[in-house]
């Protein structure tokens, strides 16, 4: 069992950085794979970026050189750092994870624990 709490959302202008954090609790995190996802409203939920427990990391294009995903499994958290953010970027983000590593990292339907979700807003 694995339990996720992002932090770190809020309002940032377009252009600005923002550092969001998921604190997970549970034996498995460290060999778990880590996903972060949004959903805008009206809108499907959809991969942001994810890491591998072997340390291996995708992102979606849209995001690709401006946001970075990184963990620390000493103290169970995994944060994206959001830089150069744009009005398009607001949406909840959530922290997601899975341990089955077989999975694909940018599916929703491969993790089996989701956190509760913050919001993200860029302001033009």
């Known amino acids: 069992q694995v339990q996720l709490v992002e932090s770190g959302g809020g309002l940032v202008q377009a252009g600005g950085s923002l550092r969001l954090s998921c604190a997970g609790s549970?034996?498995?995190?460290?060999?778990?794979?880590m996903g972060w996802f949004r959903q805008a409203p009206g809108k499907e939920r959809e991969f942001v970026a994810g890491?591998?427990?072997?340390?291996?990391?995708y992102y979606a294009t849209s995001v690709k050189g401006r946001f970075t995903i990184s963990r620390d499994n000493t103290k169970n958290t995994v944060s994206l750092q959001m830089n150069s953010a744009k009005p398009e970027d607001t949406a909840v983000y959530y922290c997601?994870?899975?341990?089955?590593?077989?999975?694909?990292?940018?599916?929703?339907?491969?993790?089996?624990?989701w956190g509760q979700g913050t919001q993200v807003t860029v302001s033009s």
């Open positions: 997601a994870a899975t341990t089955d590593s077989s999975k694909l990292v940018s599916t929703p339907t491969s993790y089996d624990y």
């Open positions: 549970g034996r498995t995190f460290s060999s778990s794979t």
């Open positions: 890491m591998r427990w072997i340390g291996t990391t």
